[in-house]
């Protein structure tokens, strides 16, 4: 019963319900496409003319070889997995971001730095959780610094890494579709004054193109851009931490820290205050207590 309703009050909270708002988008605007594409083909005539297996083997089978020829096998896993997150996971509401970051500081102001420790076991902030660890284990600034941007470089490398996945198969997808209509053609002319062998290399002549540039548009194109505006998104949450993390080291005041992480956000997304006056009182307070003590 406890855990139905943790799952019922994770479903709430905000960041869950813009991801699923989103993804409700992203359907809705996929069943458009989905049902436009299918009238265009149906005024266009039968619509089982546009359907060739022959084609469609010929593009799926030319893009996939020049992508396994192209990347090793572990590349295509890792795209399959940043494709499973980026449309199966939502990422982190920077402004809750900045609230966690808020917060650890006025921990670290009350309890010291080593209680932080808590904090990255309970994380499931994969950077987040690097970057308590730096600080817990004493790392200076820019030790710190250099470690998070190191980080944050190689991310974003393996991301365009995996992203060029997507973009060779959107560049050969449209060959393939050209080498399905030449091979069509090839047949067609194979069997001059045969209707028969006409009327079947035709529809393979036709179609392969169509389905390459299809794939290309329609598939491949959209997962990459994705997939880059997911990468986008994350980078700026890790600039966030980084920065966070960085005044934290320095001791800087929870307060004055939240003023300098509002700025990473929209004005809409600073209404309010992460952390409330009260508990600044009191942690100014228990600091003036312990320094005295």
Known sequence: MEGSEQRGGNMLKPERILFLRQTRKNIFGLMICVVLFAIGFKLGGNTGLYINLSGFLIVIGGTLGATLLSYHMDRIEILFKVLRTAYGRETKDPGEVVRILVNLAVKRRVKGVLALQDDEDETTIAFLKQ??????????????????????????????????????????????GLVGSVVGLIGMLAGVGDPVIIMKTVP???????????????????????????TVKELFLQKIITEGMLAISDELHPRLLERKLNSFLTPSARSGRFVPIEDLNETTEA???RETV
């Open 131 to 176: 970057a308590i660890g730096l600080l817990v284990d004493g790392c200076s600034k820019e030790q710190i610094r250099e470690v998070l941007s190191a980080e944050m470089y190689f991310f974003r490398m393996r991301r365009d890494e995996t992203r060029r996945v997507l973009q060779t198969m959107a560049d050969v997808a449209p060959s393939f």
């Open 204 to 230: 393979v002549a036709l179609t392969s193109t169509l389905y390459g540039i299809v794939f290309a548009n329609f598939l491949f194109v959209p997962f990459g851009s994705n997939i880059r505006e997911r």
């Open 287 to 289: 600091v003036i207590i």
